[in-house]
Nanobody, 124 residues
Framework: QVQLTESGGGLVQAGGSLRLSCVAS????????MGWFRQAPGKEREFVAS????????TNPNSVKDRFTISRGNSKSITYLQMNSLKPEDTAVYYC?????????????????WGQGTQVTVSS
């Protein structure tokens, strides 16, 4: 059974930092992409970051570029999202995702495996 477990969310003041972690277990094959999405109340889920299996290619949307950094642990089944200079508009539930190639457009990912989410709240 595949399981994604996120941690690291919480309440932080604007300008602060948080580091999210996601541990994947139960995956039978390697080569998967890992990423983060978020969903704020009343809004659609949006792409935040992705990283390929090798860990040498990452993608971020402009809204978080230069503030959020995704990385992969020595164990390929762990991914981190370092979030700096947080803003109130970053408040959302953050979800970890795992998906296998081929992937047409990861930013529009709806399939694969998903975690339960971790709440990030940024106060002004």
């Amino acid at each position: 059974q595949v399981q994604l477990t996120e941690s690291g969310g919480g309440l932080v003041q604007a300008g602060g930092s948080l580091r999210l972690s996601c541990v994947a277990s139960g995956l039978r094959s390697s080569g998967y992409v890992m990423g983060w999405f978020r969903q704020a109340p009343g809004k659609e889920r949006e792409f935040v970051a992705s990283i390929n299996w090798a860990g040498d290619r990452t993608t971020n949307p402009n809204s978080v570029k230069d503030r959020f950094t995704i990385s992969r642990g020595n164990s390929k089944s762990i991914t981190y999202l370092q979030m700096n200079s947080l803003k109130p508009e970053d408040t959302a539930v953050y979800y970890c995702n795992v998906a296998y190639p081929p992937i047409h457009d990861y930013t529009q990912m709806t399939s694969g495996f998903w975690g339960q989410g971790t709440q990030v709240t940024v106060s002004s």
